[in-house]
């Protein structure tokens, strides 16, 4: 159970840091940044995206819920952060 657990949380970690990166990128470009982070993460680890875009960048963190496969132990949140360089062609 715990090979499995941590086979979850490393999937979740991949799945956060996708995320972030597709939300940044996406946010960006003048995008829906939370669209895009929501849609690159699987539906199951109820993915919470929060693009901020700054003056020349865009910031955007992704947090995850892995559900605990071990009885009596917590689901572990995981948090990933992705920053992408603005889209010069933006107003």
Known sequence: MAAIQL???GYG???AGS???AAA???S???DGVAAGQAAASSWLDPEVSPDQGTDTTTATVVVTVPSVIPLFDPVTL?????????EDQD
């Not at 948090?79 to 889209?87: I, L, S, V, Y």
């Open 7 to 9: 086979g979850l949380i």
């Open 13 to 15: 970690i991949s799945q």
């Open 19 to 21: 995320a972030a990166r």
């Open 25 to 27: 990128r996406a946010e």
């Open 29 to 31: 470009l003048g995008n």
């Open 79 to 87: 948090e990933r952060t992705a920053t992408m360089p603005n889209d």
